[in-house]
């Protein structure tokens, strides 16, 4: 007979609100300042909060910037290199932190969420890898979760090491639930899926700029992508197509947001780095949006330009968006296909403290099943377990 489920189950979407106010952070990188560049973010979130904002986003790696602007190679000269390698090194945040701290406090006086891109240095002791990683961050201040990239892309493999499965993960708020991914993790078919499958209404999506495909240039509007092959979407930029798909797989809003930077947002004594032939300001010139869930723009990029997108976002949307495509439930067909999520975290040294002795003795029913399966006499296996037990109560009580 069918049972009724008295657990309670939240079907609320966006925590049960009408509207909620989302921006998009379209600000210059200040390079390898990392004290700037969180004083920086502190006064944009406070700006969006200001605003009616609930839950802001900035663009890839913001603090301390985007190490792959600059395209090192071979012929690179090792000094350069080297400079280039240890001021991100010197710029980048640990998580948590003291500079966590002064970002949590900026969300808890403004009262929003907030998904941060930085370059991290690993928490481990002796340890210096750099991950691609977003921080989220609650309205009360506290770190609800970080996302280290999967896969770093290209050139990101010179500075960055690979996350894994253990913080792919939607964040249940009042505001609904949120989510995020990196870069091309939105062309990476499985990742997305499983962000998507987890539930989300918000979902924050960052990059280092707006690139080109084709014969158009970055943050240039273009009919051709190819020579004979029309964009229809006029942007040369795989990304922009990328946000919009994705908004409508996932019956979710995107708030996507991209980096800028310019040659006076560096540093003075990182200055010779824009004489190098190895720098690249090509890709960094904006391109932020917002997405509503059937992939129509709330708020078009905006190119070469700092600014703060806003956008409202009508719980009505999700359920108008769903009621035609709903990927996890009427067209999920899991009969015919399944995900699988390892969430376990690689980790290389797991020390094992004490003893790997048993903290109990079977018991009677135990030992008589032991000598049943395997023949073993129940007399013998008694005997054993008393002796077992004795040496436990004396390490006890030592």
């Given at each position: ?11 609320k ?5 009408e ?18 560049s ?9 700006e ?16 301390p ?10 012929e ?5 290199w080297?400079?280039?390698?240890v ?18 406090q ?18 481990k ?22 996302h280290r990239?999967?896969?770093p892309?290209?050139?990101e493999?010179l500075?960055?090491g690979?996350?894994?499965g253990?913080?792919?993960k ?10 995020s991914?990196?870069c091309w993790e939105?062309h ?9 499958l987890?539930?989300e209404?918000?979902h924050?999506a ?6 080109s495909?084709g ?15 029309t ?7 795989d ?13 979710a809003?995107v ?11 560096f ?10 032939d ?16 059937l ?11 700092e ?10 949307e999700?359920?108008?968006a769903k ?8 067209y999920?067909?899991?009969e ?9 975290s ?18 009677y ?5 032991i ?9 013998r296996l008694?005997?054993?377990?008393a ?8 390490a006890?009580?030592?």
């Amino acid at each position: 007979m069918w049972k009724v489920n008295t657990q309670k189950i939240n079907k609320k979407v966006m925590g049960g609100r009408e509207k909620v106010r989302v921006a998009a952070i379209q600000a210059s990188q200040i390079v390898f300042n990392k004290e700037k560049s969180i004083e920086k973010a502190c006064r944009l979130i406070k700006e969006a909060g200001a605003n009616g904002a609930e839950l802001v986003a900035f663009s890839e790696t913001f603090i301390p910037a985007y190490p792959a602007y600059y395209t090192v190679g071979f012929e690179t000269p090792i000094e350069e290199w080297a400079a280039w390698n240890v001021a991100l090194q010197d710029n980048s945040i640990v998580i948590p932190s003291e500079d966590t701290e002064i970002i949590g406090q900026a969300c808890r006086e403004a009262g929003v969420y907030c998904v941060i891109g930085v370059n991290e240095l690993d928490d481990k002791p002796g340890s210096r890898t750099l991950y691609n990683t977003q921080i989220l961050f609650g309205k009360d201040g506290s770190i609800l979760g970080r996302h280290r990239k999967l896969i770093p892309t290209y050139t990101e493999r010179l500075y960055h090491g690979p996350g894994d499965g253990s913080d792919l993960k939607v964040y249940e708020t009042d505001i609904g639930r949120i989510g995020s991914l990196i870069c091309w993790e939105h062309h990476a078919i499985l990742v997305r899926a499983a962000q998507m499958l987890m539930g989300e209404e918000f979902h924050i999506a960052n990059w280092p700029g707006n690139w080109s495909v084709g014969l158009g240039k970055p943050g240039e509007k273009t009919g051709r992508l190819l020579e004979g092959v029309t964009n229809a979407l006029g942007h040369p930029c795989d990304l922009q197509a990328a946000v919009r798909e994705y908004a409508f797989e996932a019956g979710a809003f995107v708030i996507s947001v991209n980096g800028l930077l310019r040659e006076e947002d560096f540093e003075p004594q990182f200055k010779d780095f824009i004489k190098s032939d190895h720098m690249n300001f090509g890709w960094a010139v904006g391109g932020s949006s917002i997405v509503n869930p059937l992939g129509e723009y709330l708020a078009e990029p905006v190119f070469n330009q700092e600014t703060i997108l806003y956008a409202d976002c009508y719980a009505n949307e999700i359920k108008a968006a769903k009621a035609v495509f709903d990927g996890l439930g009427h067209y999920s067909r899991p009969e015919a296909t399944k995900l699988l999520l390892n969430t376990t975290s690689n980790e290389n040294f797991a020390p094992v403290s004490g003893s790997i002795a048993p903290s109990t003795v079977p018991s009677y029913t135990d030992l008589k099943r032991i000598s049943e399966t395997f023949e073993v006499s129940l007399k013998r296996l008694e005997s054993l377990a008393a002796k077992v037990e004795e040496l436990l109560s004396r390490a006890s009580n030592r």
